[in-house]
C-alpha cells in the first residue's frame, strides 16, 4: 500500500507560481505512474496532470496545458506539480494519485495524498 504525502501550496495572486510536491512510501515509486487532480468546492475532482513511472511521458489537461509542469524524481521518491501564471480559476484543492497496480494508460488511481489548498487571488 502506498502512502502519499503532500506539501507546499497557500495563497498566491494570479500571475505568481507555486510547487507542489507529494512524497511516496511503502511502495517502489519508481514502478507506478503518478498523477494530480484537483477539486474546486462544488464540483467534481478533475484531472491535472500525469507522469509514467520513468518519467519519460507526461499528460495534462487543456486548461493547465503551457502553465503547469509535472515531475518526478525517482531517487528522493516524490513527484511536483509546477504551476505557473496561475488563475483565479485555478483555485482548488489539489490531489496527488497513484496508480500503482496499472502502470500503463488508462491508469487506475488508487492512491491518494491528503490534498492541499491553493488559492488564487486576481
Known amino acids: 500500500q502506498v502512502v502519499l504525502v503532500q506539501s507546499g501550496g497557500g495563497l498566491v495572486r494570479a500571475g505568481d507560481s507555486l510547487r507542489l510536491s507529494c512524497a511516496a512510501s511503502g511502495r517502489t515509486f519508481r514502478s507506478y505512474p503518478m498523477g494530480w487532480f484537483r477539486q474546486a468546492p462544488g464540483n467534481e475532482r478533475d484531472f491535472v496532470a500525469s507522469?509514467?513511472?520513468?518519467?519519460?511521458?507526461?499528460y495534462y489537461a487543456e486548461s493547465v496545458k503551457g502553465r503547469f509542469t509535472i515531475s518526478r524524481d525517482n531517487a528522493k521518491n516524490t513527484v511536483y506539480l509546477q504551476m505557473n501564471s496561475l488563475k483565479p480559476e485555478d483555485t482548488a484543492v489539489y490531489y496527488c494519485?497513484?496508480?500503482?497496480?496499472?502502470?500503463?494508460?488508462?491508469?487506475?488511481?488508487?492512491?491518494w495524498g491528503q490534498g492541499t489548498q491553493v488559492t488564487v487571488s486576481s
Open positions: 494519485a497513484a496508480s500503482t497496480e496499472k502502470p500503463i494508460r488508462p491508469y487506475v488511481w488508487d492512491g
Open positions: 507522469i509514467s513511472a520513468s518519467g519519460g511521458s507526461t
